[in-house]
């Protein structure tokens, strides 16, 4: 395959995950500004875990989710007994600390006569896991493609069961789900561990391709693209924020075609999307009709 | 069965409802009735659980069920329907039904294994009665956001049958009706009293109150102005004042 194109899918797996982490809140109500944190910590804790600790990368990224499902749980903890905006506006503040702090984390060794690890605004360089093995970019491609066809595998199930269908009922109408039965505050906590996580991935294997990773990385344009990117592609399935990123990064970042207009014709097809469909292109009454086709 | 006692619920500093006593008997249909803002979504919504109560108790069949969490509420028998109807407008009639039938407060007790084994038949059946008592078979695979007015407030009536309640709170289930839908409505509370459901029934629409309740409360400022038989509550000149106003 040709190197820009492999790049490219790499790109698009590893941003689908932190878009699916959006779409996974947005599942039950809550809207996130603040997933590239998650995705950040996941970057930094999986970079720490092979660069510094000599950690094999299955267990590094394992690390990476854990620290951001577990930072997710912190954030959401107090926030989520609260109706409103109080979430939304917590995880942006939760992110922009976030980000401060990793510029203010220095945590180096030395590696090789050389030092390795966070080093404040600087950055966090030489995370060489993969090119120490010599695993090539398309082996690498392989590795985001199959643990996000797992991921999505996972959602499928998870959205055909019960509880599925519980987190769809919460996202339409809190106070209905508690009056039909459902402990709607453990429900969401179970979103954001599960929306942690799925961020903390992305930014492990994300470290993991560019060995290079920097706090700046993750600022609010990251968090805003992720939760757009659900807006865009659609709420009703989870293949939906995947087509988001993939009109977003493929379509629009990695062609020339839009040069230089990008961000106006990501911010004008959200502001249209919204408008005319305000749940994305694949949203539920789109799938419902096609469920029904399908019956026929 | 349904027994407040003294409860009060203060929104900073107006009292919503304020030291009220009330009880319902089993199988009895209470009309509870007043001017706008005299508290009686509010009482409906202590009931449920929507909010905590400021003072007071609230037990059902004995059990003190004051602070027990809305979800909970569920399985001790209590379902309501909304003044503004709420449905889950995402799923379908039949699945509208459904989730309400397979509440998992539902699931624990009836055990996972009973409803594997004989469960989806018998559910399946309930299904079917519901949908033919709300008059909305030929529907079911609609989204209920598609129904139509009258169409949405049967399903949600049916939606709370579905959890298999004892109690049942109705918040002004004849708001936006026509007479021939009221007379329906009339028709269906009066078979749901013959099922043995108890039902408080909060309602503007005078005549139906009148007409199916076993007893009517008169809340006026939070507070009970006056309670007895239709007739009773009719000639009381406290009532006649708080809807009137003084000659």
């Known amino acids: ?296 | 069965m349904l027994a407040l006692d003294g409860i009060a619920k203060h929104f900073g500093g107006i009292r919503a409802v304020d030291d009220l006593a009330l009880t319902v008997a089993k199988g009895e249909i209470l009309g509870l009735i007043g001017p706008n803002g005299s508290g009686k979504s509010t009482t409906v919504n202590l009931i449920c659980g929507l909010y905590p109560v400021t003072a007071g108790r609230i037990t059902l069949d004995g059990r003190d069920i004051t602070d027990l969490p809305t979800h909970r509420r569920l399985s001790e028998g209590i379902a309501r329907t909304f003044q503004n109807i709420r449905l889950f407008g995402g799923l379908t009639v039949w699945q509208n039904l459904w989730v309400a039938q397979n509440a998992p407060a539902h699931r624990k007790e009836r055990g996972y294994l009973a409803r594997w084994l004989g469960g989806s038949k018998q559910a399946r059946e309930e299904t079917g009665r519901l949908l033919d008592f709300a008059g909305l078979a030929h529907r079911k695979d609609e989204l209920a956001a598609n129904l139509a007015f009258g169409e949405q407030r049967r399903l949600e009536l049916a939606r709370a049958l579905a959890t298999r309640p004892s109690l049942l709170l109705l918040d002004e289930p004849a708001a936006g009706m026509n007479a021939e839908e009221i007379a329906a409505l009339d028709e269906r509370i009066r078979e749901l009293k013959r099922q043995g459901y108890t039902i408080v029934l909060i309602e503007h629409h005078m005549e139906l109150v009148m007409a199916v309740s076993d007893r009517v409360c008169v809340l006026n400022f939070g507070r009970k102005i006056a309670e007895g038989t239709a007739a009773e509550v009719q000639a009381d000149p406290a009532v006649r004042q708080a809807y009137l106003g003084t000659a």
């Open chain 1, 1 to 296: 395959m040709e190197p820009h194109l492999v790049g490219v899918l790499t790109n698009i797996g590893m941003i689908a995950f932190v878009a699916l982490s959006a779409y996974l809140l947005l599942l039950v109500g809550e809207i996130s500004f603040g997933q590239q944190a998650f995705f950040g910590i996941g970057a930094y804790a999986a970079g720490i875990g092979t660069a510094v600790l000599d950690l094999p990368l299955g267990l590094a990224l394992a690390i990476g989710a854990i620290a951001a499902a577990i930072g997710q749980l912190a954030l959401a903890l107090p926030t989520f007994r609260l109706r409103g905006l109080y979430f939304a506006m917590a995880s942006l503040a939760f992110a922009e600390m976030m980000r401060i702090v990793l510029e203010l984390t220095q945590f180096q060794v030395e590696r090789d006569g050389e030092l390795v690890g966070p080093n404040g605004a600087e950055g966090f360089r030489g995370i060489r896991y993969i090119f120490e093995r010599g695993i090539e970019p398309a082996e690498f491609l392989l590795l985001v493609a199959a643990l996000l066809a797992a991921t999505l595998a996972l959602l499928a199930v998870l959205e055909r069961s019960r509880f599925g269908r519980r987190l769809r009922m919460v996202g339409e109408d809190e106070l209905l789900a508690a009056l039909s039965g459902i402990d709607v505050f453990r429900t969401k906590l179970a979103m954001a561990a599960a929306a942690g996580a799925l961020a903390g991935l992305g930014g492990g294997l994300y470290a993991h391709a560019s060995t290079y990773i920097e706090p700046r990385l993750f600022d609010v344009m990251l968090g805003v693209h992720s939760l757009a990117y659900g807006l865009i592609g659609g709420l009703g399935t989870a293949l939906g924020p995947l087509l988001g990123v993939g009109l977003d990064i493929g379509l629009l970042e990695s062609t020339q075609m839009f040069a230089g207009y990008r961000m106006i014709v990501f911010g004008g097809l959200v502001a249209v999307l919204l408008i005319w469909r305000p749940r994305g292109l694949l949203d539920e009454r789109l799938l419902h009709r096609l469920a029904r086709i399908g019956r026929r």
